[in-house]
Nanobody, 115 residues
Framework: QVRLVESGGGLVQAGDSLRLSCAAS????????MDWYRQTPGKERELVAR???????EYADSVRGRFTISRDWPRNMVFLEMNSLKVEDTGVYFC?????????WGPGTQVTVSS
């Protein structure tokens, strides 16, 4: 069974940095596409960053150049390094993957950026 657990969220000020972690079990993060999504009140969940099984990365326009997705194969973890945080980056961040045509989500971690 695939299980994803996020951590690392918190309350920071604009301009600060945070590093989110996603601990995965039941699926090898180095062999599958792993995503970070975020959800803010009143908006649909949006894709923030993605790393494919081949290592190709994708970013939302709003975070490109500020966020970096990476993975640690031995620890089976995925990270989201967030720099120069903005108030609009506030939201719940979710780790996501697809396995055997099923979507798997973690419970999420709250990121709040104050001005």
């Amino acid at each position: 069974q695939v299980r994803l657990v996020e951590s690392g969220g918190g309350l920071v000020q604009a301009g600060d940095s945070l590093r989110l972690s996603c601990a995965a079990s039941g699926i090898p993060v180095g062999r599958t596409t792993m995503d970070w999504y975020r959800q803010t009140p009143g908006k649909e969940r949006e894709l923030v960053a993605r790393v494919s099984s081949s290592g190709t990365t994708e970013y939302a326009d709003s975070v490109r150049g500020r966020f970096t997705i990476s993975r640690d194969w031995p620890r089976n973890m995925v990270f989201l390094e967030m720099n120069s945080l903005k108030v609009e980056d506030t939201g719940v961040y979710f780790c996501h993957t697809i396995s055997r045509s099923r979507n798997f989500w973690g419970p999420g971690t709250q990121v709040t950026v104050s001005s």
